[in-house]
């Protein structure tokens, strides 16, 4: 005879081992929907916003824009009215602004296009300079901005117009490429 005292402990794993089973199964994520089509954006985002600190947790860069949006397995933001500032040492190092633009997330390249501006605030007693064209990339990672296509540089009332011009933010020198006309007023 068999006492129910006895069976109450065999009964109770059993019914836990069921349990764990069955929790198991419910909770494994299954994706069954659709795929998402590939010419729609997965998400839209307004007023986006995003910032990178360096070592001491100070801003280095901050990429702000009226809208974002990326579409799937894409490592593209496109953004609206983009703006990225660049920060060396708590001060701003330049300003690159664009009615359009694309960040690879991958290898923080942006490209700005559409009335692009790139702005470096003097230092020292120097002038601010102003860059305009119709593109502008930006190597966030190496700090190098550049366009290959023709721009406008306004340096105080001086201008300069060339086709394309690179500035690396480690020596602080903006270099024109090729074509350049300048007017000089000190």
Not at 23 to 28: I, K, N, P, T, W
Not at 103 to 125: M, S, T, V
Not at 152 to 166: K, L, T
């Amino acid at each position: 005879m068999i006492r129910a005292h006895r069976l109450f402990p065999v009964a109770l794993v059993g019914l836990m081992a069921l349990l764990a089973f069955w929790l198991d199964h419910v909770s494994r994520w299954n994706p069954t929907g659709k795929a998402l089509d590939p010419n729609r954006p997965e998400y839209v985002v307004d007023g986006f916003s995003a910032s990178r600190f360096d070592a001491e947790g100070r801003l280095q860069e901050r990429l702000t824009a009226r809208q974002g949006w990326q579409f799937p397995k894409q490592p593209d933001l496109h953004l609206r009215d983009a703006r990225l500032d660049s920060y060396q040492g708590g001060a701003l190092a330049y300003r690159a602004t664009a009615g359009e633009a694309r960040y690879n997330r991958r290898d923080g390249i942006a490209l700005l296009e559409k009335q692009a501006h790139f702005f470096k605030p003097g230092a020292a007693g120097q002038q601010d300079t102003h860059v305009y064209g119709s593109q502008i990339t930006v190597d966030t990672r190496a700090r190098i901005a550049r366009a290959k296509t023709p721009v406008q540089i306004r340096y105080g009332d001086s201008i300069a117009n060339a086709v394309g011009f690179e500035y690396q933010q480690g020596n602080g020198v903006l270099k024109l490429l090729s074509q350049v006309r300048a007017k000089y007023v000190q």
